[in-house]
C-alpha cells in the first residue's frame, strides 16, 4: 500500500501529494520519502503519476511501486471468417461469412500490490479453412490479466458449404454471406453491434449475421476511447458466364476484415485478415461461379487480441 504523509489545513489532515526540494536553486520533485528505523530505511511516501501500459504480446507484468489501484480492459483474439463456395451446375455462388471480433472485458478500481506480478495473455485471432472443406474455422483465444479479468475470442464457425451462412458473433458480430441473387453488402459489425446480413432469393434458411456483444467495444467501454473488435465483412460472390468486379462487404470499425472480392482479372479473392491487436474479425472469402468452373477464395484469419492497464495518481 502507498504510504502517506500528511499537514494538517484549518485543522483537517490533507495527504501530501508533490513535495519539492532547490538543487543548485532548481525545483526537483521528490519522489520517495524514507525514515531510518532500527539503522534500516523504510519507505513512508511515494508520489505516483498516472500511467497506461498496453500490452501486444503475452509477458509477465509487475506492479509499479506505490501502485495500488488499477483498470484493466481485455479483447479477445477475433474469429477467422469462412471461405467462399461455388458448385458447377447449380448456377450460383456464395460468399464466406464473416469472422466476429473478439469480445471485451473490463475491470475498474482493481486492488493490486506494488510489486506483485501478474500473467498477460494476448488472445490470437482465429485462422480460417481452404475454401472447398466442411470444416470449423477457429475461434479467437482469450486475452486476461492474470486471474483477475477475462476476455473470450470470437467464436469460430463450420463450413456448410453455403447453406446456411451464419456470421461470426463476437464482441461485434461478423456478417453472413452475401450471395448473388441478393444485391447490397452484408458488412461486419461494429462497437458491440451486430453485422449485417442478405437473404437469399433462391434458398430458405438460417442466413443471419453474427451477434454483437451488446456493449461498447471501446477500450473501458468509455465514449470517444479507441475503438475494438470489428467484425469480419462478408465475401462477395457472383455468378455467371462474364466475369465482373465486385466488393466485398467491410469490416467493422475496430480492425474488422474486409470481405474478399470478385475480379474480372484475378476473380475470387481471399478475405482481409483482421487487424493484429484489434480482436478484428477476419472476412469472408470471395467466389465466383465461370462456365463449368467453381472459383472460391479462402477467408481472412481474425486479428490477435490486446491488453490495456492503467492507473491514476496515487
Given at each position: ?10 485543522g483537517?489532515?490533507r495527504?501530501?501529494?508533490k513535495?519539492?526540494?532547490g538543487?543548485n ?9 524514507y525514515?531510518g ?7 513512508v ?15 509477465i507484468?509487475?506492479?509499479?511501486e506505490g501502485v495500488?489501484k ?9 474469429g ?8 458447377a451446375?447449380?448456377?450460383?455462388a456464395?460468399?464466406?461469412?464473416g469472422g466476429g471480433?473478439?469480445y471485451t472485458?473490463?475491470a475498474?478500481g482493481?486492488t ?20 472447398g ?7 479467437g ?7 483477475l479479468l477475462?476476455?473470450s ?25 452475401t ?15 451486430n453485422g449485417f446480413?442478405?437473404a ?6 438460417n442466413?443471419?449475421a453474427?451477434?454483437g456483444?451488446?456493449?461498447?467495444t471501446?477500450?473501458?467501454g ?6 475494438y473488435?470489428?467484425g469480419?465483412?462478408?465475401?462477395w ?5 462474364t466475369?465482373?468486379?465486385?466488393t466485398?462487404?467491410?469490416?467493422g ?10 475480379d474480372?482479372a484475378?476473380?475470387?479473392v ?11 474479425g477476419?472476412g ?8 463449368s468452373?467453381?472459383?472460391s ?13 492503467r492507473?491514476?495518481a496515487?
Open positions: 500500500m502507498a504510504k502517506g504523509i500528511y499537514v494538517g489545513v484549518n483537517t489532515p495527504r501530501v501529494v513535495v519539492f526540494v538543487v536553486g532548481v525545483p526537483r520533485r521528490v519522489t520517495k520519502v525514515v528505523v532500527n539503522g534500516v530505511p523504510k519507505l511516501w511515494t508520489s505516483v503519476e498516472p500511467g497506461q501500459v498496453v500490452f501486444t504480446s503475452s509477458q507484468w509487475t506492479v509499479p495500488t488499477v483498470d484493466i480492459f481485455c479483447v479477445g483474439g477475433g477467422g471468417g469462412l471461405p467462399g463456395f461455388s458448385q451446375g447449380y448456377g450460383t456464395y460468399g464466406g461469412a471480433g473478439g472485458s473490463k475498474l482493481v493490486v500490490t506494488p510489486g506483485s506480478q501478474h500473467s498477460v495473455t494476448i488472445g490470437a485471432g482465429g485462422s480460417t479453412i481452404s475454401a472443406n466442411y470444416a470449423s474455422v477457429s475461434a483465444t482469450a486475452s486476461s490479466f492474470g486471474s477475462t476476455a475470442g470470437g467464436p469460430g464457425r463450420t463450413n456448410n458449404m453455403g447453406i446456411p451462412m451464419t456470421g461470426g458473433s463476437g464482441g461485434s458480430g461478423g456478417s453472413c454471406g450471395i448473388t441473387e441478393s444485391s447490397g453488402k452484408a458488412n461486419g459489425g461494429s462497437d458491440g453491434g446480413g442478405l437469399s432469393t433462391l434458398y430458405s434458411g442466413w443471419q453474427g451477434i456483444q451488446g456493449s461498447s471501446r477500450a473501458f468509455e465514449a470517444g476511447n479507441t475503438l473488435s470489428g469480419g465483412g462478408a465475401g460472390a457472383y455468378s455467371a458466364a466475369p465482373y468486379t465486385w466485398g462487404g467491410s469490416g470499425a475496430g480492425g474488422g476484415g474486409a470481405g474478399g472480392y470478385t474480372s484475378t476473380y475470387p481471399v478475405g482481409t485478415n483482421g487487424l493484429p491487436n484489434t480482436g478484428g477476419g469472408g472469402g470471395a467466389s465466383r461461379r465461370y462456365s468452373s467453381n472459383q477464395a479462402n477467408g481472412g484469419a481474425g486479428g490477435s487480441g490486446i491488453v490495456i492497464v492507473w491514476s496515487q
